[in-house]
């Protein structure tokens, strides 16, 4: 069954560090998307991406995230300078259409430790 | 202000029990999604509905549009359903918000 892959699964960065995690979406998924949760809270809604560009972001998604589809395969988010409050799991995700009418796929999540 | 709220919160089985686990709404929504995560974090998506009801394996999920609430149900519940369920609900413009979760433990 077609997987979405994120690497590394576990990162640690001292605190003002930039960080890319990394995100595999299916192949033939067209919409892409970033979710956070900090360890014990509810899952978030970070970002959404179609057709190379940002459809929809949240209130979390300020200047220091960005996000990017370099080479047609991998899906980035990148946090420009880290804080110890961006410590969380961060969740990619891709669907075929709009996941409001597909659904979507998850991969398994890296871990950030900002320290 | 939570936008998607679930019950319980948390909640333990016995094996083959049949488990109820409730989600309500306050906003308009494109569709809602139940969502299951595993103790190492990882996400599995299991149903998503804009309507009615859908059923998976011994997994049924309902969604009443006018009351703004769904359920997810299991049927003879096992130690292997053990997990965090979350209710999602995505809104126009690819917009999401999470409930909180219920951790299901099912007992042997």
């Known amino acids: 069954e077609p997987e979405v892959t994120q690497t590394p699964s576990h990162q640690v960065t001292q605190m003002g560090q930039e960080v890319i995690l990394r995100c595999v979406p299916i192949?033939?998924?067209?919409?892409f998307y970033w979710y956070r949760q900090i360890l014990g809270q509810k899952v978030e809604f970070l970002v959404s991406f179609y057709n190379n560009e940002i459809s929809e972001k949240s209130e979390i998604f300020d200047d220091q995230f960005s996000v990017e589809r370099p080479d047609g395969s991998n899906f980035t988010l990148k946090i420009r300078s880290t804080k110890l409050e961006d410590s969380a799991m961060y969740f990619c995700a891709s669907s075929e259409g709009q996941a409001t009418n597909y659904g979507y796929t998850f991969g398994s999540g890296t871990r950030l430790t900002v320290v | 202000k939570n936008e998607v709220e679930q019950s319980p919160q948390n909640l333990t089985a016995q094996e083959g029990e049949f488990i109820t686990i409730n989600c309500s709404y306050s906003?308009?929504?494109?569709?809602l999604h139940w969502l299951q995560q595993h103790p190492g974090g990882g996400i599995v998506s299991l149903f998503m509905?804009?309507?009615g009801k859908k059923k998976h394996g011994r997994l049924i999920a309902t969604i009443n549009i006018q009351e703004k609430h769904s359920s997810l149900h299991i049927t003879a519940s096992h130690p292997r359903d053990s997990a965090v369920y979350i209710c999602?609900?995505?809104?126009?413009?690819?917009?999401?918000?999470f409930g909180t979760g219920t951790s299901l433990t099912v007992i042997p």
């Open positions: 509905l804009s309507s």
């Open positions: 999602a609900v995505s809104r126009p413009g690819n917009q999401f918000y």
């Open positions: 192949s033939n998924h067209l919409y």
């Open positions: 906003v308009g929504i494109s569709a």
